[in-house]
């Protein structure tokens, strides 16, 4: 929404995604027809030059290997001009977030427009710190059941610090999200 709402005053705002189903639905909002939308990741961007990149929703946790990681961060870095800002977030493992993925505390009911009402829980399925697995359930109104597995990286806060700066960004601040305190950080690097 944020990025819809920064195009809406003007500004030029792209949007990658490897999910083109997330793509979909991000063209579906208001504003979005000001966006740019790539299908893809931060490897294979086309030449940009921006000011600001961001990770939101954990999107920095998908990254498992350490090449996979570091080949993000380079992409992002590469796409920002000098100076450029990169805004991450991430979880804190000490908060063991991962311990209320459980359907008796995620379970969602949505009413969604044209459609009915939509169900979806998440399932813990495997702690195998740093990696933490889960499965997820959508049940939409005909009773078809939508499925998917995932596993996240809980990076440490030194890991995430030291891979920035090898990948070229000086770290500039570390806070809590305003929205979860205590429970994720916020990175703001700039492009070194």
Known sequence: MARCLLARR???????DPAGASLDVA???????????????????????????????NVAQVFLTDDAWTATLRG?????????WLVLETRDPA????????????????DVPDVGPVES?????????PFVSFHDTTVLPDGTELHSDSTLRFRERDEVEAS?????????????????????????????
């Open 10 to 16: 003007g500004i030029d705002v792209v949007g990658v």
């Open 27 to 57: 063209r579906s909002k208001p504003g979005a027809d000001r966006v740019r939308r790539l299908h893809g990741d931060a490897t294979a961007l086309p030449p940009l030059q921006v000011d600001l990149a961001t990770m939101t929703a």
């Open 76 to 84: 992002v870095r590469s796409a920002l001009v000098p100076g450029g």
């Open 95 to 110: 908060r063991r977030a991962w311990e209320g993925w459980v359907r008796e505390a995620t379970t969602v009911r949505v």
């Open 121 to 129: 829980w998440t399932d813990l399925t495997d702690v195998s710190l």
């Open 164 to 192: 920035l700066v090898a990948c070229g960004f000086e770290l500039v601040d570390v806070r809590d999200a305003p929205d979860r305190p205590g429970r994720e950080w916020v990175f703001v690097a700039r492009r070194a």
